[in-house]
């Protein structure tokens, strides 16, 4: 059995021709220095949108939500399904009040805006306020005053 010889100075010439150890095109350093920078932006984009509150999940804008998961009463109650404590705890942060500054420039009727924080916290949370009830459609409505 013969053993090959390797040697550093012989190089292997295949007949496809191969880019390895050639120095990129100006155009290929463009094109992925554009695409890198595309990418830097639009990362930068959403992360002042999320630090500065303007972007929301789920109707709640995200600083909110970031306080609501940094309050460890709250994560527990809402991922023990406690709702009632989960509000209690809600009310206490001000949370309700947030949303409602948040969305008060665009909903300027107060029963309206009440309603749409209320059916909010229901979709999140599934409590449901005194003063609503939930229509078959899932739909928060204000009770009827007796």
Known sequence: MVLPIF??????????KSSYGSAPRKASLLASTLISLSF????????????????????????????????????????AGDNKKLHARLQAMGVEEKIKSF?????????KLDQYIHQILYD???YVGEAYQVNSEGVLVLKKRK
């Not at 040697?7 to 496809?16: A, L, T």
């Not at 959403?46 to 009463?73: C, H, M, N, Y």
């Open 7 to 16: 040697q550093s100075k012989k190089i292997r010439r295949g007949r496809y």
């Open 40 to 79: 830097l932006l639009c990362g930068w984009i959403w992360f002042v949108l999320l630090t500065e509150g303007q972007f929301t999940i789920g109707g709640v804008p995200a600083p909110i939500i970031r306080s609501f998961f940094q309050d460890e009463t709250a994560r527990n109650a809402y991922f």
């Open 124 to 126: 999140r949370t599934g």
């Open 103 to 111: 969305y008060r420039p665009n909903i300027r009727d107060e029963a």
